[in-house]
Nanobody, 121 residues
Framework: QVQFVESGGGLVQPGGSLRLSCAVS????????IGWFRQGPGKEREGISC????????VYRDSVEGRFTISRDNAKNTVYLQMNSLVPEDTAVYYC??????????????WGQGTQVTVSS
């Protein structure tokens, strides 16, 4: 059974940082790219970053490039999202899922509960 379990969200002030974790199970990760998605209040879910588990190639949405860093730990089957210089517009529920590197859309449509990130003073 494929599972994506997100953690690490919270309340942070503007300019602050958070690191999200995504534990993946039930998937041969070397065959996939894994990405982070988010859904802000009243907005559609969007892909923001994607990493190919085999090659390590990464892509970012323009709005997060230079502030967010995606990485993976092969031994732990975990993907991380380091988020720096957070702004209120980053407030959203963050999810991880298999993704397509070409356009950062979801590949499998298996969604976890997500983790809430709130950026507010």
């Amino acid at each position: 059974q494929v599972q994506f379990v997100e953690s690490g969200g919270g309340l942070v002030q503007p300019g602050g940082s958070l690191r999200l974790s995504c534990a993946v199970s039930g998937l041969t990760l070397e065959k996939y790219s894994i990405g982070w998605f988010r859904q802000g209040p009243g907005k559609e879910r969007e892909g923001i970053s994607c990493i190919n588990y085999n090659s390590g190639r990464v892509v970012y949405r323009d709005s997060v490039e230079g502030r967010f860093t995606i990485s993976r730990d092969n031994a732990k089957n975990t993907v991380y999202l380091q988020m720096n210089s957070l702004v209120p517009e980053d407030t959203a529920v963050y999810y991880c899922e298999a993704c397509w590197l070409t356009d950062m859309t979801a590949q499998l449509d298996y969604w976890g509960q997500g983790t809430q990130v709130t950026v507010s003073s």
